[in-house]
C-alpha cells in the first residue's frame, strides 16, 4: 500500500545552530547574479546520497557545529557523512558514515561534530522541498531556496529511487556496501593552494611574501560565504577601485582591511575586492571543514 | 578592439575591454559563438562593468590566445524586441535628478523613456540588472547617504546605470520611480525579466 506524497516527512525536532537544505547548487546562473550555492562539503553530500541509494544529486541536510534532531514520520534511511559526529536513534549510538534505518516516529540524532563543522544528513529519495532554478539548495547570500531549519518545520521526503515505492524498504540496502567515504575532517592545519590572478597586479610583492608567509588562522567570521581569515594584511601596489568584475568559487578576494577571504559556494557572483589568487576547487571542503582558530596556510601553485 | 585576458584559477579567464560598450559587444559576441556551439564545456559566461568572466574552459591559455584575435562587432542598441517596463515617475529623488540634468522634473519622465536601455549586466541580487543608455552628461553619482531600505520595484539611477530594486533591500541610488513588473519569480520560466544583452524600454504610467 502506498502512502501519500505528504505521509513521508520529517519532523525538525531541534534544527542546531545552521541547518540548511542542500543539494549540489545551482550553477549556470551567476549571469543573473544568483550564486551557485550548494553543500559546502560536496564529496560528503555525494557520499551519505550513495550511501542511502540515491542520486548524487539529491538534497540533503548540512548542519553546523552542533548537528539536528529530526523525527521522521515513517520508516527512512538514513546516512550521516562529513565531519565526525554521534549518530543516536532514540538515544542509543547508530552508525556515523553508513546507512542507518530509523523507525517511523523514532528520534534520530546528530550530535556535536568533531572534528570539522559541517555534517551531511541524506535519507533515501531526499529532501522534496520545492526546487528554484532546477536546485533545493539555500543560498543565504541571496536568500532563494527553504530558509535554514526552525524547530518544527515538517520537510517533505521524495519517493525512494528505483522502487516507484515509498515504503523505505527500497534499494538503500543494497547500497550499504558503499564504503567509499572522502576522509573525514580537517587537519591540524589547513592548507590551500593559490593559483596568482587575475589581480595579482594590484599587490605588492611583499603581499605574496605575506600571503605565503603564514601567520593566518580561520576567523569566526567565516561563513557559507567565504571562509574569512585573521592575519597579516596584503598591501596593494595601487589604489582607487576595481569596477565590479566576476567572482569564480574558490576567488581570495582582499578586501580593504587586506585580510583575504576565500570564497565558497554562497559567494557574490560579482564584486570590486581584487582577487589575487584562486584555490583550486578541490581543496574548498576542507577549508568549510575548518573551525576558527585553525591555522591556515597559502601556498602558491602555478596554472597550465 | 583591444582585449586583455587574465587567469581566473584553473578553468577560467576574466577577459577585460577599455569600455562598458566593448565588454556588451564581447558578452554578445560570447553568447553568439556559444550558440554556434563554440563554446563546449563553458559553463558560465558572466559580464559585468569592464569584464566577462567565462568558466568552464579546458584550456584557457588556449581561449585566451584566440579570444584576443577575434574581430567583435559592436552591438547597436534599440534594435532588438525590448521588454518593457511601466514605470510611475513618483520617486524620492526626482527633484534632485531633474537639478542634476538641469530640466524640470517632468522632464525625467520624458528622457527616460525616450532612452533605449540595454542590460549590461547582472548582479547585487538576482533579477537586478545594470541597466546602459544614458549619455556620459546624464550620469549622476549616489545619494550621499544610501538608504536603508529601497523599496522592491524602486527604479533609480547611479553613475553610468539604470536599475529597477527586485526586492526591498539598502540602496544609495537616486530613485525616480516606481514599477509593479516583477523582476524576479522564482515560479516564472524565465524567473529573470532581465538578463544580460536584453533590451529595456520604459514606459510612463499615470500618477
Given at each position: 500500500?502506498?502512502?501519500?506524497?505528504?505521509?513521508?516527512?520529517?519532523?525538525?525536532?531541534?534544527?542546531?545552530?545552521?541547518?540548511?537544505?542542500?543539494?549540489?547548487?545551482?550553477?549556470?546562473?551567476?549571469?543573473?547574479?544568483?550564486?551557485?550555492?550548494?553543500?559546502?562539503?560536496?564529496?560528503?553530500?555525494?557520499?551519505a546520497n550513495r550511501l542511502v541509494?540515491?542520486?548524487?544529486?539529491?538534497?540533503?541536510?548540512?548542519?553546523?557545529?552542533?548537528?539536528?534532531?529530526?523525527?521522521?514520520?515513517?520508516?527512512?534511511?538514513?546516512?550521516?557523512?562529513?565531519?565526525?559526529?554521534?549518530?543516536?536513534?532514540?538515544?542509543?549510538?547508530?552508525?556515523?558514515?553508513?546507512?542507518?534505518?530509523?523507525?517511523?516516529?523514532?528520534?534520530?540524532?546528530?550530535?556535536?561534530?568533531?572534528?570539522?563543522?559541517?555534517?551531511?544528513?541524506?535519507?533515501?529519495?531526499?529532501?522534496?522541498?520545492?526546487?528554484?532554478?532546477?536546485?533545493?539548495?539555500?543560498?543565504?547570500?541571496?536568500?532563494?531556496?527553504?530558509?535554514?531549519?526552525?524547530?518544527?518545520?515538517?520537510?517533505?521526503?521524495?519517493?525512494?529511487?528505483?522502487?516507484?515505492?515509498?515504503?523505505?524498504?527500497?534499494?538503500?540496502?543494497?547500497?550499504?556496501?558503499?564504503?567509499?567515504?572522502?576522509?573525514?575532517?580537517?587537519?591540524?592545519?589547513?592548507?590551500?593552494?593559490?593559483?596568482?590572478?587575475?589581480?595579482?597586479?594590484?599587490?605588492?610583492?611583499?603581499?605574496?611574501?605575506?600571503?605565503?608567509?603564514?601567520?593566518?588562522?580561520?576567523?569566526?567570521?567565516?561563513?557559507?560565504?567565504?571562509?574569512?581569515?585573521?592575519?597579516?594584511?596584503?598591501?596593494?601596489?595601487?589604489?582607487?577601485?576595481?569596477?565590479?568584475?566576476?567572482?569564480?568559487?574558490?576567488?581570495?578576494?582582499?578586501?580593504?582591511?587586506?585580510?583575504?577571504?576565500?570564497?565558497?559556494?554562497?559567494?557574490?557572483?560579482?564584486?570590486?575586492?581584487?582577487?589575487?589568487?584562486?584555490?583550486?576547487?578541490?581543496?574548498?571542503?576542507?577549508?568549510?571543514?575548518?573551525?576558527?582558530?585553525?591555522?591556515?596556510?597559502?601556498?602558491?601553485?602555478?596554472?597550465? | 578592439?583591444?582585449?586583455?585576458?587574465?587567469?581566473?584559477?584553473?578553468?577560467?579567464?576574466?577577459?577585460?575591454?577599455?569600455?562598458?560598450?566593448?565588454?556588451?559587444?564581447?558578452?554578445?559576441?560570447?553568447?553568439?559563438?556559444?550558440?554556434?556551439?563554440?563554446?563546449?564545456?563553458?559553463?558560465?559566461?558572466?559580464?559585468?562593468?569592464?569584464?566577462?568572466?567565462?568558466?568552464?574552459?579546458?584550456?584557457?591559455?588556449?581561449?585566451?590566445?584566440?579570444?584576443?584575435?577575434?574581430?567583435?562587432?559592436?552591438?547597436?542598441?534599440?534594435?532588438?524586441?525590448a521588454v518593457e517596463i511601466a514605470?510611475?515617475?513618483?520617486?524620492?529623488?526626482?527633484?534632485?535628478?531633474?537639478?542634476?540634468?538641469?530640466?524640470?522634473?517632468?522632464?525625467?519622465?520624458?528622457?527616460?523613456?525616450?532612452?533605449?536601455?540595454?542590460?549590461?549586466?547582472?548582479?547585487?541580487?538576482?533579477?537586478?540588472?545594470?541597466?546602459?543608455?544614458?549619455?556620459?552628461?546624464?550620469?549622476?553619482?549616489?545619494?550621499?547617504?544610501?538608504?536603508?531600505?529601497?523599496?522592491?520595484?524602486?527604479?533609480?539611477?547611479?553613475?553610468?546605470?539604470?536599475?529597477?530594486?527586485?526586492?526591498?533591500?539598502?540602496?544609495?541610488?537616486?530613485?525616480?520611480?516606481?514599477?509593479?513588473?516583477?523582476?524576479?519569480?522564482?515560479?516564472?520560466?524565465?524567473?529573470?525579466?532581465?538578463?544580460?544583452?536584453?533590451?529595456?524600454?520604459?514606459?510612463?504610467?499615470?500618477?
Amino acid at each position: 500500500m502506498s502512502a501519500g506524497p505528504t505521509d513521508r516527512t520529517l519532523l525538525v525536532v531541534r534544527a542546531g545552530a545552521l541547518t540548511t537544505v542542500q543539494d549540489l547548487g545551482r550553477p549556470g546562473h551567476a549571469h543573473l547574479g544568483v550564486p551557485r550555492s550548494g553543500a559546502l562539503d560536496g564529496p560528503a553530500l555525494r557520499a551519505a546520497n550513495r550511501l542511502v541509494g540515491n542520486p548524487a544529486g539529491a538534497a540533503g541536510l548540512e548542519t553546523t557545529v552542533n548537528g539536528c534532531a529530526l523525527r521522521p514520520s515513517y520508516a527512512v534511511t538514513v546516512a550521516v557523512t562529513g565531519a565526525p559526529s554521534p549518530v543516536r536513534i532514540d538515544g542509543r549510538p547508530a552508525a556515523w558514515g553508513a546507512s542507518v534505518r530509523v523507525p517511523g516516529g523514532a528520534l534520530l540524532e546528530v550530535g556535536t561534530a568533531a572534528p570539522g563543522l559541517r555534517c551531511y544528513l541524506a535519507v533515501a529519495g531526499g529532501v522534496a522541498v520545492p526546487p528554484v532554478l532546477g536546485s533545493r539548495s539555500t543560498d543565504l547570500l541571496s536568500g532563494l531556496g527553504p530558509a535554514p531549519l526552525a524547530d518544527g518545520d515538517v520537510l517533505p521526503v521524495g519517493p525512494v529511487p528505483g522502487t516507484g515505492a515509498d515504503t523505505g524498504t527500497g534499494t538503500a540496502a543494497g547500497a550499504r556496501g558503499a564504503d567509499v567515504l572522502p576522509l573525514p575532517g580537517p587537519g591540524p592545519e589547513l592548507v590551500l593552494p593559490v593559483a596568482r590572478g587575475p589581480r595579482d597586479d594590484w599587490f605588492t610583492a611583499d603581499a605574496f611574501r605575506t600571503l605565503f608567509g603564514g601567520g593566518y588562522i580561520v576567523s569566526p567570521a567565516s561563513n557559507r560565504i567565504g571562509l574569512r581569515t585573521r592575519g597579516p594584511a596584503l598591501r596593494r601596489a595601487r589604489g582607487g577601485e576595481l569596477p565590479s568584475e566576476g567572482m569564480v568559487l574558490g576567488a581570495v578576494q582582499v578586501p580593504p582591511d587586506g585580510r583575504p577571504v576565500v570564497f565558497l559556494a554562497d559567494h557574490p557572483t560579482t564584486g570590486g575586492y581584487p582577487v589575487i589568487g584562486v584555490v583550486p576547487e578541490g581543496s574548498l571542503p576542507a577549508a568549510a571543514q575548518s573551525p576558527p582558530g585553525t591555522p591556515v596556510r597559502f601556498v602558491p601553485v602555478s596554472t597550465r | 578592439m583591444r582585449l586583455r585576458v587574465l587567469r581566473a584559477g584553473a578553468d577560467a579567464v576574466l577577459v577585460e575591454t577599455a569600455t562598458g560598450e566593448e565588454t556588451e559587444s564581447l558578452h554578445a559576441e560570447l553568447l553568439r559563438r556559444r550558440a554556434a556551439g563554440e563554446l563546449a564545456g563553458v559553463t558560465e559566461i558572466v559580464p559585468a562593468a569592464r569584464t566577462v568572466l567565462v568558466c568552464g574552459l579546458a584550456d584557457p591559455r588556449a581561449f585566451g590566445a584566440e579570444v584576443a584575435g577575434w574581430d567583435v562587432p559592436p552591438v547597436p542598441r534599440g534594435r532588438g524586441a525590448a521588454v518593457e517596463i511601466a514605470v510611475r515617475f513618483d520617486g524620492p529623488d526626482l527633484a534632485e535628478v531633474a537639478g542634476l540634468w538641469g530640466v524640470p522634473p517632468r522632464e525625467v519622465a520624458a528622457i527616460v523613456t525616450a532612452t533605449p536601455f540595454r542590460v549590461a549586466f547582472c548582479g547585487f541580487a538576482p533579477g537586478f540588472g545594470y541597466l546602459t543608455g544614458l549619455p556620459d552628461r546624464l550620469h549622476v553619482p549616489r545619494r550621499a547617504e544610501p538608504r536603508t531600505a529601497v523599496p522592491a520595484g524602486s527604479v533609480a539611477l547611479a553613475g553610468p546605470y539604470a536599475g529597477v530594486y527586485p526586492r526591498s533591500s539598502p540602496g544609495g541610488w537616486q530613485v525616480i520611480g516606481t514599477t509593479g513588473a516583477a523582476l524576479w519569480d522564482a515560479a516564472r520560466e524565465p524567473a529573470a525579466l532581465l538578463s544580460p544583452g536584453t533590451e529595456v524600454r520604459f514606459t510612463e504610467v499615470a500618477r
